[in-house]
Nanobody
Framework: QVQLVESGGGLVQPGGSLRLSCAAS????????MGWFRQAPGKEREFVAA????????YYADSVKGRFKISRDNAKNTVNLQMNSLKPEDTAVYYC??????????????????WGQGTQVTVSS
């Protein structure tokens, strides 16, 4: 089992940047594929990005491709989401999630086994 804690959210102006981090407990972090999701008020939780166990493969939603970058540091048990060129429509609670099934990167919430509590990102002038 793994516990996930997100940090780094806040208020930023359109065009600005934020870096989210997700810290994982336990010694087996490297066996999980990791994902970032977000949920805006009144909307369903949606996929943002995913990264493989080794960090060698990544997968992005079209809405963030070219603006966001997911990375991980298995030595520090962290996964990060660098968000650039932020837009008001990026406003949401951002969640990290862990998937213990090997050899896949997926965008469905049901495929992830563990979730953090979320961190708020607000993009507004």
């Amino acid at each position: 089992q793994v516990q996930l804690v997100e940090s780094g959210g806040g208020l930023v102006q359109p065009g600005g940047s934020l870096r989210l981090s997700c810290a994982a407990s336990g010694r087996t972090f490297s066996i999980y594929n990791m994902g970032w999701f977000r949920q805006a008020p009144g909307k369903e939780r949606e996929f943002v990005a995913a990264i493989s166990r080794s960090g060698g493969s990544t997968y992005y939603a079209d809405s963030v491709k070219g603006r966001f970058k997911i990375s991980r540091d298995n030595a520090k048990n962290t996964v990060n989401l660098q968000m650039n060129s932020l837009k008001p429509e990026d406003t949401a609670v951002y969640y990290c999630a862990a998937d213990r099934t090997p050899n896949r990167l997926i965008r469905t919430t049901g495929g992830y086994d563990y979730w953090g509590q979320g961190t708020q990102v607000t993009v507004s002038s």
